[in-house]
T-cell receptor
Framework: RKEVEQDPGPFNVPEGATVAFNCTYSNSASQSFFWYRQDCRKEPKLLMS???SGNEDGRFTAQLNRASQYISLLIRDSKLSDSATYLCVGNTGRRALTFGSGTRLQVQP | GAVVSQHPSWVICKSGTSVKIECRSL??????MFWYRQFPKQSLMLMATSNEGSKATYEQGVEKDKFLINHASLTLSTLTVTSAHPEDSSFYIC???????????FGPGTRLTVL
């Protein structure tokens, strides 16, 4: 079983839609979590950290449920520029990151 | 945010040659650097962790004699793919964290194609 699992998608949504991605992790020792965004043939870029109390940054909301080992990302009012692959990432504390395989989002006009 | 550069951004080489990829932290001191590899439509996979002045720690299944890592200074780590073969063709990405170690900053990646 992969340490971090994501639905690969693609999620095809119209502009303005709200879309949610889920991610589960298997290593209960994982200490911190992040969502990264990766555009085609580019390096991943940090989108936001994920906290148990929830974290909101503009149109983006991330949530962590440690009991269920589940992480979510909600994007409201989708823009064309949101089209990318979203990577769920965990950190067990040994400083290297464990990446999920990513969920592809395509926002359509 | 902090800036990490990689050089070259892409390289095409013949099978059997060695390729060196440089990863530099431009405006901070990176005590730890990480090397990842990403095959098409797959996730980033950690290859090795390097700490300045010490030997790199390789992930299971990564040949240390094939992927030579040197982290001689706090701003530079190099990955050398020795005797590259077509199956080594991939997107190689480094990341660096500072002494705080909380956030990692990624380089832009190096696309290696071995003919």
């Amino acid at each position: 079983r992969k340490e971090v699992e994501q639905d690969p998608g693609p999620f095809n949504v119209p502009e303005g839609a709200t879309v949610a991605f889920n991610c589960t992790y298997s290593n209960s020792a994982s200490q911190s979590f992040f969502w990264y965004r990766q555009d085609c043939r580019k390096e991943p870029k940090l989108l936001m950290s994920v906290y148990s109390s929830g974290n909101e940054d503009g149109r983006f909301t991330a949530q962590l449920n440690r009991a269920s080992q589940y992480i979510s990302l909600l994007i409201r009012d989708s823009k064309l520029s949101d089209s990318a692959t979203y990577l769920c990432v965990g950190n067990t504390g040994r400083r290297a990151l464990t990446f999920g395989s990513g969920t592809r989002l395509q926002v359509q006009p | 945010g902090a800036v990490v550069s990689q050089h070259p951004s892409w390289v095409i080489c013949k099978s059997g040659t060695s390729v060196k990829i440089e990863c530099r932290s431009l405006d901070f001191q990176a005590t730890t650097m990480f090397w990842y590899r990403q095959f098409p439509k797959q996730s980033l996979m950690l290859m090795a962790t390097s700490n300045e002045g010490s030997k790199a720690t390789y992930e299971q299944g990564v040949e240390k004699d094939k992927f030579l890592i040197n982290h001689a200074s706090l701003t530079l780590s190099t990955l050398t793919v020795t005797s590259a073969h077509p199956e080594d063709s991939s997107f190689y990405i480094c990341s660096a964290s500072d002494t705080g170690g909380y956030e990692q900053f990624f380089g832009p990646g190096t696309r290696l194609t071995v003919l």
